[in-house]
T-cell receptor
């Protein structure tokens, strides 16, 4: 069965420091991987995706993610964190089973950036 | 462009009552989805529809039903609500390739 894991419930980082939010995946075949962000009382917003190609994927708001096939990881990164980056982040993998193009989400990681 | 709208924004419902959560998209996407979000569990797929006229069950379909009479609307119905259905419900849509899903603002449902 396909799955994603986000091993950290919360990540704390000081403004201006680099941040990493971790994600590992388990899929059969080639993975289609995504990162979404959720601000309080809002729906999810797409950040970036990995389908194929370069292992370093660039997305919205200065975020990027590194796909590592050998470690089955897709960690979200940003060189310099902003207080406004504080939010709930979800890693997801496309369900290539019966559910069409639906996504399987991790449990989420709360990112807290302090000033 | 509105994207995806959901109604109501929030609702308190007595156990045993029925309710329909509405979802409408204006992007002409073929695929639509219903997820529920619960603390510590992330988002879980309830039902999905790959195209108008077809629906399928997700990870947690029990107690819910959906219909897809046209491209734009994808209502979710709780026939007889139970307290365990207290959650935040998100509707989403995507094109047939599913590269990016667009989410509605959510409906916060409390079943007492």
């Amino acid at each position: 069965a396909q799955s994603v894991a986000q091993p950290e419930d919360q990540v704390n980082v000081a403004e201006g420091n680099p941040l990493t939010v971790k994600c590992t995946y388990s899929v059969s075949g080639n993975p289609y991987l995504f990162w979404y962000v959720q601000y309080p009382n809002r729906g999810l917003q797409f950040l970036l995706k990995y389908i194929t190609g370069d292992n370093l994927v660039k997305g919205s708001y200065g975020f990027e993610a590194e796909f590592n096939k050998s470690q089955t990881s897709f960690h979200l990164k940003k060189p310099s964190a902003l207080v406004s980056d504080s939010a709930l982040y979800f890693c997801a993998v496309r369900d290539v089973g019966q559910a069409g193009t639906a996504l399987i989400f991790g449990k989420g990681t709360t990112l807290s950036v302090s000033s | 462009t509105a994207g995806i709208t959901q109604a109501p924004t929030s609702q308190i419902l007595a156990a045993g009552r029925s309710m329909t959560l509405r979802c409408t998209q204006d992007m002409r996407h073929n695929a639509m989805y219903w997820y529920r979000q619960d603390l510590g569990l992330g988002l879980r797929l309830i039902h999905y529809s790959n195209t108008a006229g077809t629906t399928g069950k997700g990870e947690v379909p029990d107690g819910y039903s959906v219909s897809r009479a046209n491209t734009d609307d994808f209502p979710l119905t709780l026939a007889s609500a139970v307290p365990s259905q207290t959650s935040v419900y998100f509707c989403a849509s995507s094109d047939s390739f599913g590269d990016e899903q667009f989410f509605g603002p959510g409906t916060r449902l409390t079943v007492l």
